[in-house]
């Protein structure tokens, strides 16, 4: 009986053994595969970090290949301003005002102000326009009642009855300056060009940390990307603003469409696949105002980041088909697909998680090589970026570059933060879910406006965000970042937490958001 008993035993004993062997190979090869689609995210994204590299690689390159017009008008062409406006009574003076000091010959210039406005700004954009017929401008205001297409659809029916065999398009928060038609419109004496694009300023770049973030981020793209664009002869798009159309290539390519939220980089590839030329001038700067808060941001962000993915899904297929250079080909594929590195950033966030804080369950022989990939790779997503951002400041700021460096650490933290606002952009673009165009507030602010008067108009002109769960759900991803570094903390690794600081930005977007919705709750103080 005992010896039956102890060979029962040790049967039981042997399978237990064989299960925790069998558990350990499973368990084996579970973090094998979290561990390899954790290095396929971070390659994703290094790709894109890459891709900036190449970026700032072809500006220097490229920096002194400085477009020039062909020859100069004899006589001027008759030119066209179309001013699209949307409940803008903050900035519609302003904008008008500045349009009216445009070095240009009143006979040569149409003023057309595009009014889809549900406010009081119609009333604003009328009285405006018999202003400018009694100082002698030929000025019309065509308002609609039915927004159908938003700006796209105010911009066909518009072109349709413009007299300028060219067109001047500024948002409402522009300020163009007194020459920006002499600097441009020559260009088009070269029968290929179709656009002519300039950058965009900040009048408002030092009103608060957050404006100062996007002038960064906005830099980057106007100063670098844009210039390396169009000076390597490569695709580039036209930003929606500060920029002249030749009005026949608009017809040509099909007209203004309104199935994405971004009409103008569908226009412009359209256009470009069509054969026509466009030119950027980074020397040219059209200021603008930026938000001021993070909601216009992010509702900002949200409609450029939904649009490119629209536009992707749209147009990517034709662009590869084309008779394009390759080169062109390559750089439109990285243009439209890169907000897809937020649903790769959204993952991150999630197969990080066993890594940092179960280290031990990495075999010790993977370990070495494990921290190399990730050093290279960290050196392709964040490093390439900073490298990026630094360069554009050199470029616009070459006296007060090096001051922007201490922000930089704070735009890393925002990018991450901005990651579940535009990973949903990117997933309601892919599943097909329709939205409407949701404008960016404007209050006519600059650096040294009145906080109060502004927060005022905030009160007055524009609501806060409607719905409180995107701010929790950004707010429950800082806090699992915050438990995940401590927890690594507490297990004695100092590094890794540092690498982890910029997740924390999630509570940046999140706060800020509830903040406003709250201050939109409360009275306006009274005067």
Known sequence: MVAYMNHTSSKSQCIDAKRH??????????????YCCYILVLIG????????????????????????????????????????MFNEKFVVDRLCESVAELDYPKDKLEIQIL???????????????????????????????????????ALEEATKVAKGEFLLILDADFLPKPDL???????????????????????NRHYNLLTR??????????????TARNRSGRFFTFNGTAGIWRKCVIGDAGGWSHDTLTEDMDLSYRVQLKGWKFVYLNDVVTPAEL??????????????????????????????????????????FTHLTCNYSYLLLGILCILIYPICVHPESIPASQTALMWYVNAILFFLTCIAVCIFYISAQIVVQPKR??????????????????????????????????????????????????????????????????????????????????FMIIEVIKQGHYISPIFMLPFLGFYYTGFCSIGRMIH???????D
């Open 291 to 332: 938000p001021v808060d993070m909601d216009g941001f992010k509702s900002q962000q949200h409609r450029w980041t939904k649009g490119s993915i629209q536009v992707c899904q749209k147009i990517l297929i034709d662009i590869l088909r084309s008779d394009a250079p390759l080169k062109a080909k390559m750089e439109a």
């Open 520 to 526: 939109n709750m409360l009275p306006a103080k009274k």
């Open 115 to 153: 009014d889809d406005s549900t406010d009081d700004t119609t009333d604003h954009c009328y009285k405006k326009v018999e202003e400018l017929k009694a100082r002698g401008f030929d000025a019309v205001c065509l308002h609609r009642t039915d927004r159908t297409g938003f700006k796209a659809g």
């Open 21 to 34: 062997i069998t558990l350990f190979y499973l368990m084996q090869d579970y973090l094998f595969f979290w």
């Open 181 to 203: 038609l002499q600097q441009c419109i020559h260009f088009f004496t070269d029968e290929s060009v179709g656009l002519v694009q300039t950058r965009w300023g900040h009048i």
């Open 401 to 482: 570059w090096w001051k922007e460096i201490i922000v930089l650490p704070v735009l890393l933290t925002l990018s991450v933060g901005m990651a579940v606002n535009n990973a949903k952009a990117v997933l309601e673009a892919v599943f097909g879910h329709q939205s409407g165009f949701v404008r960016t507030p404007k209050y006519g602010v600059g650096d040294k406006e009145n906080r109060s008067q502004v927060s005022k108009l905030k009160k007055t002109g524009y609501k806060a965000i409607k719905s409180i769960i995107q701010p929790i759900l950004e707010i429950a991803c800082g806090t699992f970042f915050l």
């Open 45 to 84: 994204l290094a790709g894109y970090g890459f891709h900036r590299l190449t970026i700032v690689y072809l500006y220097w390159k490229n920096r002194k290949n400085i477009p020039q017009p062909k020859s100069k008008f004899s006589e001027l062409p008759v030119v066209t301003v179309q001013l699209p």
């Open 213 to 226: 973030i996007q002038g960064i981020f906005l830099d980057g793209h106007f100063a670098m990307e844009q």
